[in-house]
């Protein structure tokens, strides 16, 4: 990891080559191919180049290949270029999941409006808001300048969210070693611009069985790891069904529990084989107020038990299990002050909870309070067509300007 500083004056805010509505930008956005195995290197320095020319200060920070950035603005508070600690995030990741194997109607780095409706990958997921976002940008600096911005604006751009949410702990490590702690976060992914305060962790684990090979007549001489694979997918089945059920879960997730779920499974080489290895995977999304433990703790139990029948047969067999993934929950213990900010803001004091994982996790996790409130809707992301409505576009203008507007002093 490496980091870049770019400072230049406050005194400029003139940024005439780059659009000055969020259509436009999200237009502009749409188009650079961000897509995870990508580098995004391409949409950064874009953004870095309209930051400098409003007169800001930007922060790059690099992946070890240099090949991905990620990008934290701050708009400071005031006419003073050093009140910048307090203040409220603006975070949105720049990568899109890829099109390969989609039937789109249109190109998807080409946004196309049909109807009331704008096309593109990344249109929702989550460009729309990273667009608002820097279109809000030139009226924030100039409130600073003028001395009204009562309260520092960030904004953060991540990569990888979408491959384990691999670039906001770089950020969350930036701002810790700047001693900024921000007051609050929006993370901007498609909730309809309703607001999400709580979601759903995410972890992904491999499972290895390694058994022993034998002819399938013989199969007393072998071990066979599909079937002893089969086995530990049963438990992990029974143990999704035990979740469904318990005391604690929470009703006001679209889905209350916690759940597993087994998503991938390769194995053997011939039927006349014993195979001697079953891999598979599986994801557990957790309830805030669940652990990991609560999932590992029963099926490494179970594992152990599986492993010493295997070995009574042959003592070289056995089973790994690997964590390949793991994103936090966003808890709602700590932004009661921030919903009511919102709900205020917005006229809709609904809450939401969400079985989808976010980057809000490892913000709340720095304790930084923190929701998701975004364009579009969830249901049209990583899908061929990916669109956002017009509508959701104005909306969140309209938001993060009254955002803006409670951060003013009158």
């Not at 900024?180 to 305060?197: A, L, R």
């Not at 999304?285 to 029963?298: F, S, V, Y």
Request: overall charge negative.
């Amino acid at each position: 990891m490496s980091t870049q500083t770019v400072t230049h004056s406050n005194d400029q805010i003139d940024a005439t080559h780059y659009p000055k509505q969020s259509i436009d930008w999200l237009t502009r956005l749409i188009g650079f191919d961000t897509v995870s195995r990508h580098s995004n290197l391409a949409l950064i320095e874009d953004v870095q180049s309209y930051c400098e020319q409003l007169g800001l200060n930007v922060k790059l920070t690099f992946n070890d290949e240099k090949n991905k950035a990620n990008l934290f603005v701050t708009v400071p508070a005031g006419r003073n270029a050093e009140q910048i600690n307090g203040g409220l995030v603006l975070s949105g990741h720049t990568d899109v999941v890829p099109v390969d194997g989609q039937d789109w109607s249109s190109d998807p780095f080409k946004a196309e409006i049909r109807g009331d409706k704008l096309y593109g990958r990344g249109s929702c997921d989550m460009k729309g808001f990273i667009a608002c976002a820097l279109t809000i940008l030139p009226t924030a600096v100039q409130l600073s300048n003028s001395g009204q911005l009562r309260r520092p604006l960030h904004l953060a751009l991540s990569f990888d969210e979408e491959v384990g949410c691999l670039g906001a702990p770089l950020i969350l490590a930036d701002l810790k070693a700047c001693d900024i702690t921000p007051d609050y976060c929006i993370v901007g992914e498609p909730t309809n611009m309703t607001m999400v305060v709580a979601h759903k962790g995410i972890a992904v684990y491999r499972c290895r069985v390694h058994g022993k090979s034998a002819h399938s007549s013989l199969t007393h001489k072998g071990v066979n790891a599909i079937s002893y694979a089969s086995r530990l997918i049963g438990y992990v089945d029974s143990l999704a069904d035990e979740f469904t059920s318990r005391k604690d879960n929470d009703e006001m997730f679209d889905v209350p529990y916690s759940t597993l779920s087994v998503g991938t499974i390769q194995g053997g080489t011939a039927t006349n084989i014993v195979p001697n290895l079953c891999e598979f995977t599986f994801d557990y999304r957790n309830l805030p107020h669940m652990t990991q433990d609560d999932m590992l703790a029963p099926i490494k139990a179970k594992i152990a038990e599986l492993t010493a029948q295997m070995q009574q047969r042959a003592p070289e067999t056995g089973i790994e299990l690997l964590q390949e993934e793991g994103v936090p929950a966003m808890t709602d213990n700590t932004n009661d002050e921030l919903q009511q900010l919102i709900a205020a803001l917005t006229g809709d004091h609904e809450r939401h909870k969400v079985a989808y994982a976010t980057e809000g996790g490892q913000f709340t996790n720095s304790g930084i309070p923190t929701i998701i409130c975004g364009p579009g809707s969830i249901e049209q992301a990583h899908k061929a067509d990916e669109f956002v409505a017009l509508s959701e576009i104005e909306r969140c203008d309209g938001f993060l300007q009254k955002l803006l507007d409670s951060c003013t002093v009158n």
